[in-house]
């Protein structure tokens, strides 16, 4: 029982660990791809820094570092894994 | 205000320092005089310093305890400066943590008090092992430390280095910095803009209002012949 509750105390905070970082990560890609246009068209029109920000930011969902985010989940198990094999 | 900001936070690192210096392990250094289990009516007071049932059994309102003693080295300085004489009594109980708190996932007490059993000595022929544990000892409440593990050790004046606290701060300050810049972040691209717009909106209707007003106000003007 006491397992169960910490599982679902486990989840909850993971999952709102996720949706903060994987949210967090996209501001700083953005941002990046921003500070990427503005380096190398002094202005530039708007339609195409559009798209080239969007289409970055299509290649980072369907990116590696996206998925590594996962590890929010996995961490905390092994962790806990550890630690009981160590303690008992 | 400054002063009550100032002493807000004064308390808030107080707390969180003694949460820590309660949860995280320490070791110490001692020779096992013997072990006990005797029957813990818990107060109101003390409850929370003790943990649970083991976590095969259910919980009542009273329970037996094991306990082990041991003569230590005295620590001081959080456990950074250990005293030379072994001559500090030291009650530990030993009990499950089981899976909720502290994260020590321990549910081996019996063997553990096995295993304290088998190390059990005499002063003239002493055995030293290093006990980790967490928790305080204080004898007004009737609270003791709870031991987690028990290793044998040769050198009764070796170095213990607490590789796992150092870890934790070092993880802790990664933690706390990644908030930072995680809240430096939302404020710089979600919050301030919203705010800046709001702002903006808020002038408009500000300089909205003024203009009414010195048009209100001319029209005053106009009817009293000015």
């Known amino acids: 029982m006491k397992f169960l509750y910490m599982l679902v105390v486990w989840f909850v905070i993971t999952t709102l660990l996720y949706f903060m970082i994987s949210v967090y990560s996209r501001s700083v890609r953005r941002e990046k791809l921003e500070k990427q246009w503005a380096e190398d068209h002094q202005g530039g029109d708007s339609d195409a820094r559009t798209a080239y920000i969007e289409n970055g930011m299509v290649e980072y969902e369907h990116g590696f570092r996206k998925k590594l985010i996962v590890l929010v989940y996995v961490v905390p198990v092994v962790l806990v894994t550890a630690i009981l094999y160590l303690t008992n | 205000m400054q002063k009550l900001k100032t002493g807000v936070r004064v308390i808030v690192i107080l707390f969180a320092g003694m949460f820590l210096h309660y949860v995280l392990p320490q070791h110490d250094i001692a020779r096992i ?60 109980r030993n009990e499950d943590t089981g899976w909720i708190w502290p994260p020590y996932f321990k549910f081996d007490s019996r063997d553990l008090q096995g295993e304290a059993q088998e190390n059990t000595s005499t002063a003239e022929a002493p055995k030293w092992v290093s006990i980790t544990h967490y928790g305080w000892r204080n004898r007004f409440f009737t609270v003791f430390p709870n031991a987690i593990s028990i290793k044998r ?74």
């Open chain 2, 33 to 92: 005089t013997g072990t006990e289990v005797i029957r813990q009516d818990f107060s109101s007071v003390n409850r929370i310093f003790f943990a649970q049932a083991e976590s095969g059994n259910v919980d009542g309102a009273t329970r037996d305890v094991q306990f082990i003693s041991v003569m230590r080295r005295p620590t001081y300085l959080f456990g950074l400066i250990r005293g030379a004489e072994a001559n500090d009594v030291m009650i530990y």
């Open chain 2, 153 to 226: 050790i040769d050198d009764p004046n070796m170095t213990i280095i607490p590789w796992f606290n150092i870890m934790f701060f070092i993880a802790l300050m990664a933690g706390i910095l990644f908030l930072r810049a995680v809240w430096l972040q939302f404020r710089e691209r979600a919050l301030d803009p919203t705010l800046d717009k709001v702002g903006d909106e808020w002038d408009r209707v500000e300089a909205g209002v003024a203009e009414r007003q010195s048009r209100l106000k001319r029209w005053f003007g106009s009817l009293r012949g000015k």
